[in-house]
C-alpha cells in the first residue's frame, strides 16, 4: 500500500510542477503548443492518482483495519477529504475547451490541491521516519 501511495504521490507532484512551468508561459489556451500539448496528459494522470489516493485511504480507514489506538486513522480522512476536493477543482479544468495558463495559475493558488500537497508531504515523511525506525530497531536488535 505506501509503495502505491508514493507512486500516487509522486504523479500528483509531477504534474504540480509541470502546472507551475505552465502557469509562467502566458498561454492563452492550450491548443497550439507543446506544453499545452502536454497539460491535459499531466491533468489526466494526476486526476487518476488523486483518486486511488482517496481510494487507498478509504481502505486505510476501514474499521477492520483500525487499532484502537490509530491516530492514523484521522488523517486518512482528511486526506481523503482533501483528495476529493482537489479532485473536483481538477475536473473543473479538465472539462474547460481551453485551457490557459492563467487557468491554471489559479488551479495552482487553490488551497484543496496545496492542502492536498502539504498533507502527501507529511504522510511522505511520517513513513520516512517509521521506516528509519524499523531499522534502527532491527539493527540493534
Known sequence: MLA???????????????????????LPSDKGSQSGGQIRDYLGRAVRAISSVAEIC????????RKPDDRGQAFFAVLERDAKDSL????????????SSQLI?????????????????????????????????????
Open 4 to 26: 502505491e501511495l508514493s507512486d500516487h504521490c509522486e504523479t500528483i507532484e509531477e504534474c504540480y510542477e509541470f502546472m507551475l512551468a505552465y502557469a509562467a508561459q502566458g
Open 58 to 65: 478509504r481502505t486505510a480507514s476501514e474499521p477492520e483495519r
Open 88 to 99: 473536483a477543482a481538477l475536473e473543473l479544468v479538465q472539462a474547460q475547451p481551453a485551457i
Open 105 to 141: 495559475d489559479n488551479l495552482n493558488a487553490s488551497i484543496h490541491l496545496r492542502a492536498l500537497l502539504t498533507d502527501l508531504f507529511l504522510l511522505s515523511e511520517v513513513v520516512k521516519t517509521q521506516r528509519t525506525q524499523a531499522k534502527s530497531a532491527d539493527f540493534h536488535d
